[in-house]
């Protein structure tokens, strides 16, 4: 199935377009998980979107859309993960991976490893950031397959979970 997906890059200039369909794919995602942080998911594609370097990859079967990821670049001298390493790189220019999204009938097919190559093959930062649900441990193993490592942990809202902050050297290997 993974092979038929068709990967289609995006920018801060496709948000119009492209923000409800990654507002769908989340509440089918967390249909289950709706709580009052996973129901501003909006606010967060519009503060991601917002950022003149935002990057998005939405992954197509057919019609149907299968996944994305997106993320954007951090201010340099401003990267929240920082606190989580001692000491800090010195070259810390930062890619913030901020999601990667599979709707169940793709997942185990791939799907998200296309996804995340694709979002990140691009990239010229010296590493990636993402924070992943410390309840989900298998998804923080296959980031750990992908070459990132926990650093620390972090609870960015008083609503959200705590998150596993990891970081990945780019470019990817």
């Excluded at 999601?99 to 169940?104: G, P, Q, S, T």
């Excluded at 410390?134 to 992908?146: A, G, I, R």
């Amino acid at each position: 199935m993974t092979s038929a997906l068709e990967l289609r890059h995006f920018s801060h200039h496709d948000v119009p377009q492209n923000r409800q369909t990654l507002i769908d794919v989340h509440a089918d995602v967390y249909a289950a998980e709706m709580d009052e942080f996973n129901q501003r998911f909006a606010w967060f594609v519009d503060h991601w979107g917002g950022h003149p370097d935002f990057a998005c990859v939405i992954a197509y079967d057919g019609n149907e859309v299968a996944g994305f990821a997106y993320g954007a670049p951090g201010t340099e001298g401003r990267e929240w993960w920082r606190e989580h390493v001692d000491p800090a790189p010195e070259r810390g220019r930062t890619f913030h991976f901020s999601e990667l999204m599979v709707r169940e009938r793709w997942r185990k097919t791939g799907a998200a490893g296309r996804l995340h190559r694709a979002l990140m093959e691009a990239r010229t930062e010296h590493l990636a950031a993402l924070l992943v649900d410390v309840t989900h441990p298998k998804v923080q193993v296959l980031y750990e397959s992908w070459g990132y490592r926990k650093v620390g942990e972090d609870q960015p809202f008083p609503d959200s979970p705590v998150f596993a902050v990891m970081l990945v050297d780019l470019p990817l290997i």
